[in-house]
């Protein structure tokens, strides 16, 4: 089976869905698509509940987790971004920072008015992980 090439600088509707048609660069859509992201169960033995470019997880430590890409990001100026709970919809209530491959989950954050920051600065398991990455892919 030959592989081919579609070009195109617009992607656009014909306005059935919602009565009005609407178009998008494309360049919005390449540039504005996650090129990573992985939901997974972060507590006991770790895994993958889905994905994109993650071909597989690791439990490196408690509350520290390494991705294995599929693909690689052309440099390092990329953006990555999470979310940790400990249970289903308790998105508030730990601290994520990462990058590409290592992601680490920090808290409890005390969640009162009067009071603000890590509670727990030790590193903990989640229930429920999940990592995005934006940038330019390899």
């Known amino acids: 089976m030959a592989n081919g090439t579609i070009a195109f600088d617009t992607l656009s509707t014909s306005g059935q869905i919602t009565g009005t048609a609407k178009s998008v660069d494309t ?20 895994a993958v509940q889905d994905s994109f470019n993650t071909s597989s997880a690791t439990d490196r430590d408690t509350g520290r987790y390494e991705f294995n890409r599929t693909n690689n990001m052309v440099n390092l100026l990329y953006v990555c971004s999470g979310s940790a709970a400990g249970s289903n919809g308790d998105g508030g209530s730990t601290f994520v920072t990462g ?13 009162s008015a009067s009071s603000s920051g890590v509670a727990d600065a030790s590193f903990t398991d989640a229930a429920y992980v999940a990592n995005i990455v934006h940038g330019d892919l390899a």
């Not at 990573?36 to 006991?44: I, Q, V």
Request: charged content about 10%; glycine content about 12%.
């Open 99 to 111: 990058n590409f491959f290592d992601f680490q989950v920090q808290g409890p954050y005390s969640t």
């Open 27 to 46: 360049d919005y859509v390449v540039n504005g698509s996650a090129k990573a992201w992985t939901h997974l169960n972060g507590s006991g033995t770790i």
